[in-house]
């Protein structure tokens, strides 16, 4: 992974990115001296126009705002003609957000989502109560705004290993990739 140290605003900011991995990376000391006032400045991972995306296995240190942090942005100068890009994550890639720590991090300048490690304005990014998607890191809880719930499947009660799939013959096309030993 990669370091992200001492940055005055962001340490990545995310902009119509597609089905993006952003992975065991550390965020230290992000937005700490910045006086900047705008909602998606001083976050460990900001941006819009998100379409898919896993975040997980990122530490977060000393962060003067959320960790993760996602809404509408608007357009300006010479993109100004352009429209406000749509911001679309998964329930799955939700869940796994939460697989990531953080410790010493700010909030949100909004006071009602104080505490929460990302928040994330979904849909068309307007910052609206039906539009919040916020979590903690490590807590099983997901609060969404438009009163739907983000859930873990059931955890196995059983002890038993998962059982392999025989593979089979590849067929031409697969043969040149072939491995028995991976599961896909």
């Known amino acids: ?32 001296s910045s006086n900047l006032t705008y909602s998606s400045g001083s976050h460990g991972i900001s941006g819009g126009g998100v379409q898919g995306i896993t975040i997980k296995g990122n530490s ?8 993760i942090y996602f809404g509408v942005q608007k357009n300006v100068k010479a993109g100004s003609s352009y429209g406000k890009t749509k911001i679309s994550i998964t329930d799955a890639q939700y869940r796994t957000m939460v697989e990531n720590k953080a410790s010493k991090c700010g909030s949100e300048y909004n006071k009602k989502y104080k505490g929460y490690d990302f928040v994330i304005f979904k849909g068309n990014g307007e910052r609206t109560e039906k539009n919040v998607v916020a979590a903690r890191f490590g807590i099983r809880k997901i609060y969404c705004g438009d009163g739907t719930q983000i859930v873990w499947p059931v955890e196995p009660t059983t002890t038993q290993q998962p059982t392999r799939p025989t593979p089979t013959e590849p067929t031409p096309a697969e043969s040149e990739s072939y491995d028995p030993t991976v599961i896909n």
């Open 1 to 32: 992974g990669n370091s992200f140290n001492n940055i005055y605003d962001n340490g990545l900011f995310v902009l119509n990115w597609q089905n993006a991995v952003i992975q065991n990376n550390s965020f230290n000391t992000i937005g700490k």
């Open 60 to 67: 977060f240190t000393n962060i003067k705002r959320n960790a």
